[in-house]
C-alpha cells in the first residue's frame, strides 16, 4: 500500500520530505539484507545502495563488510558501489580495497583498483597493495593498478621502479598505462631512466609517445 498524506492523496515523487522518511524506514532491512543467506538477496541490496549513490554515504562502513562476501559477484558489485556512493573513503575501506587487490576473482581486483583510483591522493594508504598487485596476473588488473597508482601520485621513489618493469610487458596496454603512470611522477621518472630509453623506442607507437613525455621530466645531467 503507498502511503498517504492526511488529506487522503498520495505524495507527490517529489516529496523529498516523504523519500527521507521511507529512506529512514527501510534502511535498517536493506542493511540486514547484506548478510542474507541468499546470494541474490545480497547482492540485491548492494545494488541498491549503490543506486543511491551519495545518499547511501552513511552506509558505507557496514558496506565495506561484504567485500570480504564469500560470492564473487556480490564482492565486485561491493567495490564498483563503493566508488559510486563514496567521495571520501570510510575508515577501513582502503585497506579492504587492498585486499580485495589479491581476489582469486579479476573482476573484483578490477573492480577495487578502479574504486582506488577514484579516491586519488586519499588512496594512499593502499599504495603497498597496489605495487604487490601491479606487475601480476591479466593485463586488465594490471591496467586498472596502474591506473591507480597514477591517480594517488604518492611514494614515487618506491613506485616508479616497480611500475618500469611493466614496460617490458607483452601487453602493449600494459606498456602504455606504465609510462603514462611514470610521466605523472614528474622528476622521479629518473629513477626509470633506462627503461624509458628502451620504452621510447618500443613498437608501439603510443608507448613511445608516453614513454617520450615522462622521460622529459628527467633533469638534464
Not at 598487485?133 to 586488465?140: K, L, Q, W
Request: net charge neutral; glycine share 6%; proline share 7%.
Amino acid at each position: 500500500m503507498i502511503p498517504t498524506s492526511s488529506c487522503g492523496a498520495a505524495p507527490k515523487p517529489d516529496d523529498k520530505r516523504w523519500f527521507e522518511k521511507l529512506f529512514q524506514a527501510v534502511m535498517p532491512d536493506l542493511l540486514s539484507n547484506l548478510e542474507h543467506p541468499v546470494r541474490s538477496i545480497r547482492l540485491t541490496a548492494v545494488e541498491t545502495l549503490e543506486n543511491l549513490g551519495p545518499d547511501a554515504y552513511a552506509q558505507a562502513p557496514v558496506l565495506v563488510k561484504s567485500l570480504a562476501d564469500p560470492d564473487q559477484i556480490v564482492r565486485w558489485a561491493t567495490a564498483r558501489a563503493l566508488g559510486r556512493i563514496d567521495g571520501t573513503p570510510v575508515p577501513g575501506e582502503i585497506e579492504a580495497l587492498g585486499r580485495a587487490l589479491s581476489d582469486r576473482d579479476l573482476s573484483v581486483r578490477v573492480a577495487a583498483a578502479a574504486t582506488l583510483e577514484g579516491f586519488g591522493s586519499q588512496a594512499a594508504a593502499a599504495v603497498p597493495a597496489l605495487l604487490r598487485a601491479v606487475n601480476v596476473g591479466d593485463a586488465d588488473a594490471r591496467i586498472a593498478v596502474l591506473r591507480a597508482l597514477g591517480a594517488i601520485g604518492k611514494d614515487g621513489k618506491q613506485v616508479v621502479p616497480v611500475v618500469a618493469r611493466a614496460l617490458v610487458h607483452p601487453d602493449r596496454r600494459v606498456r602504455r598505462a606504465a609510462a603514462e603512470t611514470i610521466g605523472r611522477f614528474g622528476a622521479d621518472a629518473v629513477l626509470a631512466a633506462d627503461a624509458l630509453e628502451r620504452a621510447v623506442r618500443d613498437v608501439d607507437p603510443e608507448v613511445r609517445r608516453f614513454a617520450s613525455e615522462a622521460a622529459l621530466n628527467i633533469p638534464l645531467r
